[in-house]
């Protein structure tokens, strides 16, 4: 995102509307970055390059209300970067 970070872009949409339900697409794998973002209320991380379906299953699940987080993020949470949650 050119103008501003995509942290800083989603503190600004939360400030904004509290009903949107957001599904970010990152190729960030730095794990301070990725649990700033899912406490910025994401309720959805998909990583870039997984496949589509990963991206139409996240869609699914966070329009049903559920929190959806592909496996490559949740080992970052739950293996790697238990430290910065």
């Known amino acids: 995102m050119p103008a501003e970070n995509g942290l ?3 503190q600004r949409l939360r400030a904004a509307t509290s ?8 190729a960030e794998t730095n ?5 700033e973002a899912a406490r910025s209320v994401v309720f959805g991380i998909v990583a ?5 379906e990963a991206l139409f299953h996240a869609i699914r699940r966070v329009n ?8 490559e993020t949740l080992d970052w949470f739950f293996f790697r970067s238990t430290q910065y949650i």
């Open 8 to 10: 800083a872009t989603l």
């Open 19 to 26: 009903f949107t339900r957001t599904i970010i697409v990152t």
């Open 31 to 35: 794990p301070q970055k990725l649990a």
């Open 48 to 52: 870039e390059g997984s496949a589509s």
């Open 64 to 71: 049903e209300g559920d929190l959806w987080f592909d496996a």
